[in-house]
């Protein structure tokens, strides 16, 4: 097997507790675990891993369009504390022809969006729970739902706000809930029925 020289990617941003100095790039600290453990892999395995970080700034992004690498480990998931800057990232190495690991930049976009990607499921008949999404006042989407739904973000992961709360059982429930994710997160809120059950990751 050849050996490739393998560039672990991963973002930095200044932590909440610290005080962000302009013009300053966040400072150099070691990379989380999970970042570490890639890198160690791929060591064990008999590459040759270098670390490229970005950091929310130019520089380092001309870093990365510099950095000379058979392919990039894609561990980037923000921008500058915007998470929903991956699908960029991945546009920036396509545009850069760079090889790289996991989602093209249109994938990731698809799967930002959980309207959009669950309009498609349902167009290829792909069951999803019915749903509507509303923004604004404006409903811009909408299947007839019943009670109860759960109400998210529809552009965030991870869980983000869908924690206690996120389930409503009524009128009321849901319009403090829409509320809350426009003020919290400023994105249309996805309102789904709930499903009752088990849950099975694929
Ligand atoms: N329609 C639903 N009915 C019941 N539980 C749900 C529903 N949608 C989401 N959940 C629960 O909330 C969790 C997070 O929702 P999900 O849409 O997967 O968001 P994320 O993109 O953050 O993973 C799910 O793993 C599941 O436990
Ligand atoms: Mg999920």
Redesign the pocket.
């Known amino acids: 097997m050849a050996k490739l020289r393998i560039g672990v990617l991963y973002d930095y941003w200044w932590d909440d507790d610290e005080e962000r100095v302009e013009g300053e790039r966040p400072k150099k600290k070691s990379p989380e675990e999970d970042v570490q453990a890639v890198y160690e892999a791929l060591k064990k395995s008999g590459h040759n891993p270098v670390f490229v970080r970005l950091d929310g700034t130019a520089e380092s992004l001309i870093e990365l369009a510099r950095s000379q690498t058979d392919l990039l480990f894609n561990l980037v998931e923000s921008f500058a504390g915007d998470d929903s800057q991956d699908t960029n990232i991945a546009g920036y190495l396509e545009l850069l022809g760079r090889r790289f690991t996991g989602a093209g930049s249109s994938g990731l976009y698809l799967a930002q969006d959980?309207a959009l990607a669950k309009k498609i499921f349902t167009f290829h008949g792909i069951h999803t729970?019915y749903f509507s999404t509303v923004y604004r006042g404006r409903t811009e989407h909408s299947h007839d739902i019943k009670f109860p739904v759960?109400v998210?973000p529809a552009r965030?992961?991870?869980?983000?706000?869908?924690q206690f709360g996120?389930?409503c059982g009524s009128i009321k429930e849901l319009m403090e809930r829409i509320d809350y994710i426009h003020a919290e997160f400023d994105t249309p809120a996805l309102i789904?029925?709930?499903?009752?059950?088990r849950?099975l990751?694929v």
């Not at 965030?156 to 869908?162: F, H, M, P």
């Not at 789904?192 to 059950?197: A, C, L, Q």
């Open positions: 959980k729970p759960i998210k965030e992961d991870g869980s983000i706000g869908i996120a389930v789904e029925e709930y499903i009752e059950g849950e990751y």
